[in-house]
């Protein structure tokens, strides 16, 4: 029941996406405008360096964040009472993630299409594509967590930040590899940008590669997208009218 759940509630939420056509341009205009920023600045040496792969990365996160901060929120009122009528939780979560994961493909892949266009890279473009889509759709669990817990899309939106900016700060690219000693070491393992960061760099810059990080690393990401889902669950499971 709950798999026909999810597929009824998929294409319902994707003829609600086609339905705003106007926002759904928006949407997919985000990535190659973020490439052809990042091409205009690279375009100045010719070729890739580590900081363009933690802005690629940053990038496909900050889009699977936005794209799902209010997915959740702004139907709040109809989830509520299609629960009360035997709606299944995991059905409509996982509809929600079958059609962003399906959005952040696209946009990741329009992303790394444009950098790779103009900018000598010196990692598999299909790679590249692999690590942005994997941080991005770690966005995109993280936004949906975010939208079952507040009560508004405004403030969904102001929580934004408080992801995003994160994974700056916690990050290499702040103050250099391995110099976050005290807490704050610990705090950027949990950063899905960290991770996919990592990972490119290490097939960049490495004559004798950690295949174990570079492998492991999709599963980390994978594994973060399946914890963050499973709170959204339990939160939107918990949620009743107030």
């Excluded at 900081?51 to 702004?74: H, N, P, Q, W």
């Excluded at 102001?158 to 994160?166: F, G, K, N, T």
């Excluded at 705090?187 to 097939?203: D, G, I, N, T």
Aim: net charge positive.
């Amino acid at each position: 029941m709950a798999r026909s759940q999810s597929s009824v509630l998929a294409d319902r939420y994707l003829d609600v996406m086609l339905g705003d056509p106007t926002s759904l341009l928006l949407t997919f205009l985000q990535a190659p405008l973020l490439g052809l920023g990042i091409v205009g600045v690279w375009s100045n040496q010719n070729h890739d360096s580590e900081s363009m792969y933690f802005v690629l990365c940053l990038c496909a996160f900050f889009m699977g964040t936005v794209d799902a901060a209010r997915e959740i929120v702004k139907e709040r009122s109809l989830f509520l009472r299609e629960k009360m009528f035997n709606l299944s939780v995991g059905a409509y979560l996982g509809s929600k993630l079958q059609v962003l994961a399906a959005v952040i493909l696209i946009q990741t892949v329009a992303l790394v299409a444009v950098v790779d266009t103009w900018i000598a890279l010196h990692v598999s473009a299909f790679l590249i594509g692999l690590f942005a889509f994997l941080v991005g759709l770690s966005g995109v669990a993280l936004g949906l967590l975010v939208s079952s817990f507040v009560r508004s899309a405004d403030k969904a939106m102001a929580m934004v930040p408080l992801v995003v900016i994160p994974q700056i700060l916690f990050s290499d690219f702040v103050i250099g590899k391995n110099k976050l000693a005290n807490w704050t070491g610990h705090a950027q393992k949990l950063m899905p940008v960290h991770w996919s960061y990592r990972a490119l760099v290490e097939v960049r810059n490495s004559k004798n590669i950690d295949y174990g990080l570079v492998i492991g690393t999709p599963a980390v990401l994978l594994f973060m997208v399946a914890i963050a889902a499973l709170f959204a669950f339990f939160a939107l499971r918990s949620s009743r009218y107030s």
